[in-house]
């Protein structure tokens, strides 16, 4: 089977061919066009980002299509972000699927973003399926997930207030970093000393037991306050950012990276797949790898495929498609919604 997939749902405007079966899959194309007009604003503006979803989505199919040397007439089937992220932007790209659909006959299928971040990864590292435990951390939502089979996914915990990318955005900011920080900041952290600034580890205490509500859960909003007193308190800032941005990354990742080690002890599952934006933080990863221990699998994407982009929706896309979960033009396009297939605690 050959889908395009489609992706709109925050400030890139992306479109990707993928083509095969099962897990034996081939990405034939891939264009990310990134909205850098909201770096001017400091955060996304969403009547800004869906005029220029309305402007740049078809040229962005057009070049998938061509990058990947076919015609819609090529393809077998649609795949399109319908929820969750900023209405207005994902009305864009599942008005644009559903008139493609509607005008060529082919059948449509409505993914869930972070569904599409689930399978990212499986992209760039074959091993990258089920059964693994998931760390899911973007700008939006950060979640722990035991996926047994795909479309099959149980949830251990969830943030109880900001996102991880929220909080590394939040922290830069405070440090005077551009946005969207996360990268910056680990950039700025590189030459930070980790015994200058201690946070406390959020949510972290070694009472906690499994079937204790905050086992798996996480926080971050305390951590925010915690770098902000410390930016305000330091008599020259110029010196200590380096090192606030330690401490705070440090005190992220490390929590969540034992929170991973939680899980994985308590599946027995031998691979770990991060996804989402804040899965390019090379010192995650390598928490991850050190706390889950050496016969752990710790699978992280490359930037690229980390942030969003069509080829993961393609991806989700494509398994939906072949479960025959397809959609009718009434898919809707919503802000919420929780992941098809995800158990709650
Ligand atoms: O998944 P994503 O592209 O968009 C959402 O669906 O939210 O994630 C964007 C987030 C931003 O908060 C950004 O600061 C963060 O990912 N991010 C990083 C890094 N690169 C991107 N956070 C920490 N370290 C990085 N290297
Ligand atoms: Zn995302």
Not at 88 to 101: I, R
Request: net charge neutral.
């Amino acid at each position: 089977m050959r889908i395009l997939g489609i992706e709109t749902s925050c400030d890139e405007t992306s479109a990707a061919v993928l083509r095969g079966s099962g897990d034996a899959v081939q990405l034939e194309s891939l264009v990310i066009l990134s909205q850098d007009v909201h770096r001017i604003f400091g955060g996304v503006v969403p009547e800004i980002a869906s005029r220029q979803h309305l402007t740049s989505i078809i040229p962005v199919i057009d070049q998938a299509l061509g990058d990947a040397g076919v015609t819609l007439a090529g393809l077998d089937a649609i795949a399109v972000t319908h929820a969750p992220g900023l209405v207005g932007a994902l009305l864009v790209g599942v008005a644009a699927a559903k008139g493609l659909s509607l005008s060529t006959g082919l059948p449509l299928v409505g993914v869930h973003h972070l569904e599409g971040h689930l399978f990212a990864t499986s992209l760039e590292h074959p091993s990258a399926v089920p059964p693994f435990i998931a760390l899911l951390v973007s700008g939006g939502h950060t979640m722990l997930l035991d996926v047994s089979a795909w479309g099959r996914y149980q949830l251990l915990g969830a943030t109880r207030d900001d996102a991880a990318g929220e909080a590394f955005d939040k922290a830069a900011k405070l440090l005077g970093l551009p946005y969207p920080g996360g990268h910056h900041l680990e950039a700025l952290a590189r030459d930070g000393d980790p015994t200058r600034f201690r946070f406390t580890r959020p949510m972290l205490r070694r009472d906690q037991r499994l079937g204790d509500d905050d086992y798996y859960d996480l926080s971050f909003s305390g951590l925010k306050t915690a770098v902000m007193l410390a930016v305000k308190a330091s008599p020259n800032i110029a010196a200590d950012a380096a090192h606030i941005a330690r401490g705070f990354q440090d005190s992220l990742t490390e929590t969540l990276a034992e929170k991973v080690a939680r899980a994985v002890r308590a599946t027995g599952h031998t691979r770990v797949v991060l996804g989402g934006g804040v899965a390019c933080n090379r010192a995650l990863v390598s928490a991850v790898q050190q706390r889950a221990g050496s016969g752990v699998a710790v699978l992280a994407p490359s930037p690229r495929i980390a942030t969003d982009n069509a080829a993961m929706i393609a991806r989700a896309g494509l398994y939906h498609a072949e479960q025959g979960h397809w959609a009718s033009l009434d898919l809707p396009a919503t802000s919420g919604a929780t992941i098809p297939g995800m158990r709650p605690r």
